[in-house]
């Protein structure tokens, strides 16, 4: 332990790497220009443009930006642990991806142990003020908001968990001492950084926005002019505030000056002033929850169970499929999409009806997982054709539910980070400030969330209340999937997307891809998504081929974008891992 910590104060006093661009990779769809990716991931980059998994026999890491895979690179290679890179990786994301995820949002974290073989899951999720009601997102005659009036502001800023989380979990697992878990991130906003590609036309997109509050507008367009790509950027507000968390613990962001200026500018947001309050962030907590692990075909599929739907809507979605032969029809069958479609609107109706945050509303976990219940829901897919209709069931449950569904909006957004260290560890963390840029409030250098809009807006219908509706205290429902595939208690696969509701789709694509269909971790990222949430089949530019297929089956068919960011690590006997070709992450292994 003594050799590590001496290992990191000297990693920390090490001259700044340079940054030149080793190689360059302009992604699809990641805007204009090129990234600049440091020396150390050039073989990485050129595995992903040519489309192969990146291999390496002791540890791994995959994340949204290559300084940020570089700062954990350095973590692990100097013996700490998954969750020591985890803080590295967060801490630098915060500052190159500021769009995504950061200290202002919020995180869900699953661990599979290599030493005890235990999972655990930990709930970093902003809760609302104590001051929030049901309306909080209606206007005076109790109608919903416009998703942008309510956003855009303090409205929507829950308190923030993603700081809390890092330190549980370096608490709980990590070997590094936490002040030089920072001093890659602190390097690179007092020296700058090459705005992305994605970065840039993320602004560009998002100007209007952008430009509401001062601190933002002079952050992101300077002069008024959007930042470009390749543009040095600088951030010493956020270098002070990381300082200072590195230096005074966690603490010091939930109480004190810090906590005061985020409430302050919660609170005084010209236009859409929030109600967050000193009182929310000192009494934040990280809450560890029960894993929720379903079987899929010999394999444990584990992940977050509420406030997140993300692995009981995979779970349901594996669940239903279970019994259809997957492997012998294949990912160019219009079958075999038909069953992944039907079995997703059928988890999507349950979703929309019955998750939330357990801790506020009764939620029939062990009815919507049961192997009886879903069994019966899968007859429903013995059809030859789209389904019709579908409605939530009825899982059992032993408390008498009346509901209304859900109407919540998500749009994509958020980061997910996959690591397996050299302890046999695993860690797999989906990381959010929920919409491109949050809230558009800045504080300290710190973009704030605006999570609370993934609560409904509509609080009742018809007099029967929506479970995912605003209260004081509660988390919002996430579709955050942080995952982890075991098999004979070992884990043999590590994912997770940023996406929005599409995560759900993304996620149960990879798991099929690589489980049925035999993909390596890199083809079963890039494998075309087909997503089907409420009805409509959402289709990617490369499976176009089945477009008329499934719109002769029955299917409303759109073709869109699908910018997920999936990052996946296969662990076998070596380590596989694969790395969106949608975004700018890569996987780095030693
Ligand atoms: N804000 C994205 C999610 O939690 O699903």
Known sequence: ????????????????????????????????????????????????????????????????????????????????????????????????EPQSSGLGGGAFLVWHDGASGEITTLDGRETAPLAATPRLFQDEGGQPLQFFDAVVGGLSVGTPGTPALMAEAHGRWGRAGWPGLFADAIRLAEEGFAVSPRLAGQIAEDATHLSRFADTRDYFLPGGKPLQSGQILRNPDYADTLRRLAEEGVDVFYTGDIAADIVAHVQTAPGNPGVLSEMDLAIYQVKERAAVCTPYRGHEVCGMGPPSSGATTVGQILGLLEPFDLPALGPDSPEAWRLIGDASRLAFADRGRYLADSDYVPVPLKGLLAPNYLRARSELLRGDDALPEVAPGDPEFDHALIRADDRSLELPSTSHISIADTYGNALSMTTT??????????????????????????????????????????????????????????????????????????????????????????????????????????????????????????????????????????????????????????????
């Not at 050799?3 to 090490?14: K, R, S, T, W």
């Not at 895979?69 to 990786?89: I, K, N, P, Q």
């Not at 996620?507 to 949430?533: F, Y």
């Not at 068919?557 to 380590?575: M, Q, Y």
Request: aromatic share 6%.
């Open 1 to 96: 332990m003594r050799a590590i910590v001496l290992l990191f104060g000297l990693f920390c006093a090490l001259p700044a790497l340079a940054q030149q661009a080793a190689d360059a990779v302009a992604p699809e769809g990641a805007g204009v220009g090129v990234l600049s990716v440091p020396p150390m991931l050039a073989d990485s980059a050129e595995a992903k443009a040519n489309g192969r998994p990146v291999e390496a026999g002791n540890w791994m890491i995959a994340a949204a930006h290559p300084l940020a895979v570089e700062a954990g690179a350095r973590v692990l290679a100097s013996g700490g642990t998954a969750a020591d890179a985890m803080v590295a990786v967060q801490a630098v994301l915060g500052l190159v």
């Open 433 to 590: 400030i929920e919409n491109g840029f949050g809230s558009r409030l800045m504080v300290r250098g710190v973009l704030l969330n605006n999570e609370l809009t993934d609560f409904s807006f509509v609080s009742h219908e018809d007099g029967h209340a929506i479970a995912n509706r605003v209260e004081p205290g509660k988390r919002p429902r996430s579709s955050m999937a942080p995952t982890i595939l075991r098999r004979d208690g070992q884990p043999v696969l590590i994912l997770g997307s940023p996406g929005g509701s599409r995560i759900i789709g993304y996620v149960a694509k990879t798991i099929i891809a690589w489980v049925d269909w035999g993909m390596d971790a890199q083809e079963a990222v890039a494998l075309p998504h087909l997503v089907n949430r409420f009805g409509p089949y959402d289709l990617e530019a490369g499976a176009g081929g089945l477009a008329n297929p499934l719109r002769a089956l029955g299917y409303e068919v759109k073709e869109t974008d699908l910018t997920s960011g999936l990052h996946v690590i296969a662990v076998g006997e070596r380590l596989q891992g694969g790395a969106d070709p949608r975004r700018e992450g890569l996987a780095y292994g030693e």
